[in-house]
């Protein structure tokens, strides 16, 4: 059993990226779903459904750029021992706009890109580039 689900989620996509493995499943949650889809949609993975098993799972299909994963950094900021949040206007710059911060927010998942558009904070999930 393990005690932050997202650092889990994190951990099996960093560690599958490395491994270069095509597919990796991960246990159904809404939050795990949305975050899934915000590296589809910002195309860093390839493809995100989920499966009907017993419990419920999550399969993401990752992308490779020849060799090498489109993935080279995945990092949890926001642990359960030291939440970090940030202001509407202290959103955080990751590789100078390169890369991009996963932010939970009043209105639900979303980038640190779109946080700034829309005008909100709340707290940073990662950082992904």
């Known amino acids: 059993m393990y005690s932050d689900p997202i650092s889990d989620l994190l951990t099996r996509i960093r560690n599958a990226s490395l491994a270069k493995k095509h597919d990796v499943m991960v246990p159904y949650s809404k939050l795990k779903f949305a975050l899934a889809e915000i590296l589809r949609t910002e195309g860093f993975v390839e493809r995100v459904e989920k499966v009907e098993d017993r419990h419920g799972s999550i399969r993401i299909t990752l992308q490779y750029d020849g060799h090498r994963p489109k993935i080279m950094r995945l990092e949890r900021v926001s642990k359960p021992g030291r939440r970090v949040y940030a202001k509407k206007n202290e959103l955080p710059k990751v590789l100078n706009h390169y890369g991009l911060a996963v932010i939970s927010t009043p209105q639900g998942l ?20």
Do not use: D, S
């Open 110 to 129: 979303m980038t640190n890109k779109q946080a700034a558009k829309v005008g909100v904070g709340g707290e940073v999930i990662c950082e992904i580039y």
